[in-house]
């Protein structure tokens, strides 16, 4: 055996020298000895940005999945339970699942036990089997007893369908997996449909789960629950048909109001109003100097703005004449100088909606940026007595609608 001149084994390492990072004798991995520690994996910004991706998505679909399955829970619950209850009492959804499902049943009746035993059922609403299915088994449910469903829905086929486009998106959010736009858009088309066929077939609420999540950020951002850069982006994300969904109330002040009168066609007005919406318009008066002001901040000819309102004012003045009662539908002019354009509804969602845009002095109001106001419950204490936006610019109306002229 050959021993090298410094003493060392042949292989071994230098007497007095650091040992060889990362391997031990015995084959292990030891840690790096002495030296600055190294930083540990960091997130970028790009990784944030991706993370706040999935999150939004992920958000919005779940959104939807827990107003199906929620929907589906009460319709499974209402048809089934009278048939089974009183013979078999609180196992009636044991029953309802038959040797079939008898072992996902069993399964869910464990799980409420380990709830009940760990406090998770914060909720004593919550204390029941049924709770417990996941979307999957109250689709079974639905169909081993579809004779029991047919009367309440108008097509089993449809049901399914909606039911398989929607388990990707359930599959991929309950496991925190990435979701594409164009599964997060397939899964919400098919949400809505369903939820209109678990209803007789009548058409869902538009925007519902935008309602649900904006509601949570409208009181923190005073009822701000998005923001646009023009009239075209909003129109984008917010039809004028989505605005005035079930809306039984429609205030609007502006100049010419044409995000009304040039996207609502007279016919949709006449119905509207036909469905019991009291709508109060407010003009400015194409005759005022208010109006030659604005055309020179536009760079507009002598008339030219005038001539625009004008026209929007005979259209909604047509609209009313075909009205059986008209007083529903109230026409007014101001003289003042116009500092913003809203639409304020009631009605088609809690606590109401607005669309608010600020007149900017060489931008018309298509290139104006436009504001959509959530009203949210808020408590005045908790909220240190202060308004919301929504109801700022609805006293601004009101104020406006008291110092106008009405139009014959």
Request: with cysteine.
């Amino acid at each position: 055996m050959v021993v090298p001149a410094d003493g060392g084994a042949a292989g071994g390492t230098v007497r007095g020298d650091a040992p060889a990072a990362g391997r031990a004798a015995a084959g292990r991995t030891v840690p790096r000895q002495g030296g600055s520690p190294e930083a540990g994996p960091v997130w970028g910004p790009d990784a944030w940005e991706e993370a706040r991706r999935r999150v939004r998505r992920a958000g919005r679909a779940y959104v939807w999945l827990n107003l199906v399955e929620q929907r589906m829970r009460a319709l499974v619950s209402d048809v089934l339970r009278p048939v089974y209850e009183p013979a078999h009492g609180e196992d009636w959804v044991t029953a309802a699942a038959g040797p079939a499902g008898e072992e996902w049943a069993h399964r869910a009746g464990a799980v409420r036990e380990v709830s009940r035993r760990k406090g998770y059922l914060l909720d004593p609403a919550d204390d029941r089997l049924v709770v417990f299915l996941t979307l999957p088994q109250l689709r079974e449910l639905m169909v081993q007893h579809w004779p029991c469903f047919e009367p309440h829905l108008a097509d089993r086929r449809e049901v399914e369908l909606a039911l398989d486009e929607l388990e990707v998106a359930r599959h991929v959010v309950s496991r925190n997996r990435a979701l594409s736009e164009t599964v997060l858009a397939q899964a919400e088309r098919a949400a809505a449909r369903l939820l209109a066929l678990l209803d007789g077939g009548r058409a869902a609420v538009p925007g519902t789960p935008g309602d649900v999540v904006e509601e949570l950020v409208g009181d923190r951002y005073a009822d701000v629950s998005s923001v646009h850069s023009d009239r075209v982006r909003l129109q984008r994300d917010l039809p004028v048909e989505e605005l005035l969904a079930g809306a039984q109330r429609l205030d609007a002040v502006g100049i010419g109001l044409s995000l009304l009168c040039q996207n609502f066609t007279g016919r949709r007005l006449v119905r509207l109003a036909a469905g019991g919406c009291r709508t109060r318009l407010l003009f400015l008066n194409p005759a005022s100097s208010a109006v030659r002001r604005r055309e020179r901040e536009l760079g507009l000819g002598r008339g030219e703005l005038a001539r625009s309102v004008e026209a929007n004012i005979m259209h909604v003045r047509r609209v009313r004449a075909r009205l059986r009662d008209p007083r529903g539908f109230e026409i007014r002019v101001f003289d003042e100088t116009p500092r913003f354009t809203a639409y304020l509804v009631e009605g088609g969602r809690p606590q109401g909606l607005a669309v608010v845009q600020p007149y900017l002095r060489r931008s018309r109001g298509a290139e104006s940026p436009a504001l959509v106001l959530r009203g949210t419950a808020r408590d005045p204490e908790a909220a240190g007595g202060e308004p919301g936006l929504l109801d700022v610019y609805r006293e601004e109306f009101e104020g406006s609608w008291a110092d106008s002229r009405p139009v014959s």
